[in-house]
């Protein structure tokens, strides 16, 4: 299974769904607020190319040479990414 880090904030609608889509699927990720961390928010800026894009998914496979970096994507996508139907 990938490791899941979800860039998100409380007061994000795409946040909580693409949560609940995780939740119901049963898949493990780890969550950074970055309201409360300023470092993850702007490491998400860089990645975006210079927006506060979220929610970010930071996905590492076993065999991947570099992460996927998804920026809200649509649910649809996120399943596809992670292989489920």
Not at 39 to 52: C, F, K, L, M, T
């Amino acid at each position: 299974m990938p490791k899941i880090t979800l860039y998100s904030t409380p007061w994000c609608g795409d946040c909580r769904n693409a949560k609940r889509f995780l939740k119901e699927a049963g898949i493990a990720y780890d969550e950074i607020d970055i309201d409360q961390n300023e470092q993850a928010a702007q490491q998400v800026i860089d990645w975006s190319g210079g927006r506060r894009v979220i929610p970010t998914f930071h996905i590492v496979t076993g065999d991947a040479q570099q992460p996927l970096i998804l920026h809200n994507p649509p649910i649809q996508k996120l399943a596809a990414v992670l292989g489920i139907q």
